[in-house]
T-cell receptor
């Protein structure tokens, strides 16, 4: 039973560039949420995708956008990267858009912005 | 506003000791969920437990137990007879039905080190 998989594992970008992170949900899950975890902090909610639409959004600027595909996989895009965007980006999947099932997290993508 | 406080930044215990990780939360919602996640060095957040606000019954799962007290807004986590494999960062989290049950607010975590 495949869990949540994220790619790439690590990424180094330069300020001002754009980045795309990818996530495949756990088998049987249809909802994907993205979190940002800065060093030494707890994860912060970015947004959630269900039925290919953004359903909820945390306190993140429009530079952060996403997409969900018909196979439930998802992408997180960040434009005009800032040094402060350096973090571990975690994808989580669940069943149903109402949050009735617990989130299962992937190993994350560590993004470094120089 | 919602808030999760984990006052213990780091805890070290000797193997086989019991350890309790504290979690205090704030919310104005009457229906909410509380969680504990474990984050080993690999980075993956491992789900441990979810409780809803209407279920204050304590739970035990093997060496793990959780104590939920609405009167003190606490959801503490105890590991009995700790093992080296328990070394990780543990996060307590809260989600509210009003703001979205998949929108988890995490505490800053407690780093547990179990010394052999």
């Amino acid at each position: 039973d495949a869990g949540v998989t994220q790619s790439p594992t690590h990424l180094i970008k330069t300020r001002g560039q754009q980045v795309t992170l990818r996530c495949s949900p756990k088998s049987g899950h249809d909802t994907v949420s993205w979190y940002q975890q800065a060093l030494g902090q707890g994860p912060q909610f970015i947004f959630q995708y269900y039925e290919e639409e953004e359903r909820q959004r945390g306190n993140f600027p429009d530079r952060f956008s996403g997409h969900q595909f018909p196979n439930y996989s998802s992408e997180l895009n960040v434009n005009a990267l800032l040094l402060g965007d350096s973090a571990l980006y975690l994808c989580a999947s669940s069943l149903g858009g109402q949050g009735l099932s617990p989130l299962h997290f992937g190993n994350g993508t560590r993004l470094t912005v120089t | 506003a919602q808030k999760v406080t984990q006052a213990q930044t780091e805890i070290s215990v000797v193997e086989k000791e019991d350890v309790t990780l504290d979690c205090v939360y704030e919310t104005r919602d009457t229906t909410y969920y509380l969680f504990w996640y474990k984050q080993p060095p690999s980075g993956e957040l491992v789900f441990l437990i979810r409780r809803n606000s209407f279920d204050e019954q304590n739970e035990i799962s093997g060496r793990y137990s959780w104590n939920f007290q609405k009167s003190t807004s606490s959801f503490n986590f105890t590991i009995t007879a700790s093992q080296v494999v328990d070394s990780a960062v543990y996060f307590c989290a809260l989600s509210e039905v009003l703001t979205g049950a998949n929108n988890l607010f995490f505490g800053t975590g407690t780093r547990l080190t179990v010394i052999p």
